[in-house]
């Protein structure tokens, strides 16, 4: 079991930042990526950036690149967003989640057996 923690979200003006964080617990040794997804009210929830525990390969979707960037700290079993150059369609509740092993590709989220609970972002204009 993997239990994931968010944290970092808020309310932001357009244009500002945030660094959200996704502590990770239980058997993390045995994962293979952690990704963040985000879901807006009334919309599906969408993929924003996944990294791979071992050798740090990211993807990222299109929305968010060159503006959002996710890292890790082995050490501390941390995944991290830095999302900058916020904009107001940015506002939606941020998962992390966690694949203990190989399951499709890392922007599906049906490949991810964890979830944590979310965290609140909210991009004023």
């Known amino acids: 079991q993997a239990q994931l923690v968010e944290s970092g979200g808020g309310l932001v003006q357009a244009g500002g930042s945030l660094r959200l964080s996704c502590a990770a617990s239980?058997?993390?040794?045995?994962?293979?990526?952690v990704g963040w997804f985000r879901q807006a009210p009334g919309k599906e929830r969408e993929f924003v950036a996944a990294i791979t525990w071992s050798a740090g390969s990211t993807d990222y979707a299109d929305s968010v690149k060159g503006r959002f960037t996710i890292s890790r700290d082995n050490a501390k079993n941390t995944v991290y967003l830095q999302m900058n150059s916020l904009k107001p369609e940015d506002t939606a509740v941020y998962f992390c989640a966690l694949r203990p092993y190989y399951s499709g590709p890392r922007y599906f989220a049906g490949s991810y057996k964890y979830w944590g609970q979310g965290t609140q972002v909210t991009v004023s204009s």
């Open positions: 239980g058997r993390t040794f045995s994962a293979d990526a």
